[in-house]
């Protein structure tokens, strides 16, 4: 060993005395701090608390039934207006159901997969494999769907323009068993890219190069959820879609689990009124109908995107302090990229960190020690398993803003922590 890398070994383990002996007065203030998913904190979902009591005793829809009784499958005609046109559909390519976009990815998925969206010959299971794309990092309730039904998934890169297409393209082509893909397309779970208008166009017309029964999953979850004015826009993949007569092949999702209350919102799907047929003669032997009452006052409550759009603005005044909070502290501590890399989206919930490879599990595990949760390593790719171990997901939303800075603080040490260790046995 020469003189000169003794001394940088010593320099080393001089800087890891220093962090180490922070990390051990961290620890003993027995932390409670969580940046593990994506909830909307109490002010956020405060925000909406004229939804109770706003129907006043009017409970008829435009159409003049009674939202307290059964039917309506598809949900109220005002409701199947106002969130269509939040993904760019008309009110008859809608369908509104509960409170869980999840559910209905859910449904749509066993239904392709069981009985067929082109009756039973069309069903996945006819044949003895059945593929995903999962763009990486994704979102992990997305993986958890395929692996409960057994879909393999195949991970392909995401970059800031969206899925990787070429890749995606030459998959697709080489491989008939693949049956999907899964797309998170404005402010993307964890990255927060918004996807370029050509990559919409491209997945738009992707089914014609696949096989019959694939389908695009889009999952715009984060539709409305600017931070900045000058958050990118998202193309229509409808107006694409269209274009290439491919509209049976995809499926849009939103909920507004974000935007009024996380666990009472409303949801939806759009897709070709086809689909939306053969979906609603399916879901007719589970439900004699969904939560109207509860459709009927978010259509009062959110009334048109102009209401929509100051109602996100209330949003984004809460969440942005979080979400300079912690790219701030990012930068002013590692913001000369040798320990980690990280986006700075301009809407969403997340923030995707990379560690330096190998690295994310052992932070992970450092804060954990500190009474720091976070995402586990892992969770944002196919089967909890990151091959490069190193893509972390930062969620502020939910604490408070003073737990958040606590929470990033503590986060920026164990990364300098774990790189440095991971140099002084290189």
């Not at 109770?52 to 199947?80: C, T, V, W």
């Not at 009062?300 to 942005?320: C, G, K, S, Y």
Request: hydrophobic share 40%.
């Amino acid at each position: 060993m020469t003189q000169t890398t003794q001394a940088s070994q010593a320099q080393l383990r001089e800087q890891l005395a220093i962090l180490h002996e922070q990390y051990d007065q961290l620890a003993a203030k027995k932390l409670d701090l969580d940046l593990t998913r994506g909830k909307p904190g109490t002010a956020q979902v405060a925000l909406s608390s004229a939804l109770d009591g706003i129907l006043g005793g009017d409970y008829l829809a435009a159409d003049g039934s009674d939202a307290r009784n059964y039917g309506g499958l598809d949900g109220l005609p005002e409701a199947r207006s106002l969130f269509g046109a939040m993904l760019g559909m008309r009110p008859e390519e809608t369908l509104v159901g509960g409170n869980s976009s999840l559910t209905l990815m859910y449904q749509v998925v066993e239904f392709a997969l069981r009985e067929g969206l082109r009756g039973p010959e069309s069903a996945w299971a006819n044949h003895d494999e059945a593929k995903f794309l999962c763009p990486v990092p994704g979102y992990d309730r997305h993986f958890s769907i395929c692996e409960y039904f057994g879909i393999d998934m195949l991970p392909v890169p995401l970059l800031d323009s969206g899925p990787d297409m070429d890749e995606v393209e030459a998959l697709v082509a080489a491989d008939p068993t693949i049956r999907g893909i899964w797309c998170v397309p404005r402010f993307s779970n964890p990255t927060g890219c918004v996807y370029s208008a050509a990559t919409v166009e491209r997945l738009a017309r992707l089914p014609q190069q696949a096989s019959s029964e694939f389908i695009v999953m889009w999952d715009n979850a984060y539709a409305v959820h600017e931070l900045y004015d000058d958050a990118p826009q998202l193309a229509p993949i409808s107006d694409y879609a269209r274009q290439f007569d491919t509209m049976d092949n995809i499926f849009q999702f939103g909920s507004t689990s974000k935007i009024t209350f996380a666990g009472a919102g409303v949801a939806f799907v759009g897709s070709s009124e086809r689909n939306l047929a053969t979906l609603k003669a399916h879901l007719a032997f589970q439900t004699i109908g969904p939560d109207k009452v509860n459709q009927l006052r978010h259509v009062r409550f959110l009334q048109d995107p102009v209401t929509i759009a100051a109602h996100m603005e209330h949003h984004a005044a809460l969440m942005r302090p979080r979400f300079e909070a912690v790219l701030t502290t990012l930068e002013q501590e590692l913001g000369d990229g040798d320990m980690g890399c990280w986006t700075r989206p301009r809407g969403g919930y997340f923030i995707s960190f990379d560690a330096l490879p190998g690295l994310a599990g052992e932070i992970v595990g450092l804060a954990a020690r500190i009474g720091v949760k976070l995402t586990p390593a892992g969770a944002t790719f196919p089967y909890g398993r990151d091959p490069e171990d190193r893509n972390i997901r930062l969620s502020p939303s939910f604490p408070s803003l003073e737990d958040v800075q606590a929470s990033v603080d503590a986060f920026v040490l164990c990364v300098k922590i774990a790189t440095l260790q991971q140099r002084l046995h290189a």
